[in-house]
C-alpha cells in the first residue's frame, strides 16, 4: 500500500475523479475529456507564443533592416571598369 506524506497532497479534484474512474464509465469520460481539453488548451497556448514571437522577430529584423539600409556598399568607392568583349555573333551551346 501506497502512503504518502503529509507534506505532499493531491489535488483533491483530480484525485477523486482517478479514485472514481475505478468504477464509473462516466467519470472516465469526463477524465478523456479533461485531458484532450488540457493538451488543446497547452497547443493553442504554444501557438499564441510561436505566433508572439514571430511578430517580435520580424520588428527586430525590420529594425536591422532598416539600420542597415544607410550604409553605403565598399564596391561603391571601388571605380574599376571591367574589360567587356564584344560578341559580333552569339554561339550555340550543344
Known amino acids: 500500500m501506497i502512503q504518502f506524506k503529509e507534506t505532499l497532497r493531491v489535488l483533491s479534484v ?33 501557438v499564441i507564443l510561436i505566433g508572439e514571437l514571430g511578430v517580435y522577430a520580424g520588428e527586430y529584423v525590420a ?16 571605380a574599376i571598369e571591367l574589360p567587356l568583349k564584344n560578341i559580333p555573333e552569339p554561339r550555340k551551346l550543344n
Do not use: K
Open 14 to 46: 483530480g484525485g477523486l475523479l482517478l479514485g472514481l474512474s475505478v468504477y464509473s464509465y462516466h467519470v472516465r469520460e469526463l477524465l478523456v475529456c479533461w485531458l484532450y481539453f488540457s493538451v488543446l488548451f497547452v497547443c493553442m497556448m504554444l
Open 63 to 78: 529594425v536591422w533592416a532598416r539600420s542597415t539600409a544607410g550604409m553605403t556598399p565598399v564596391l561603391e568607392f571601388a
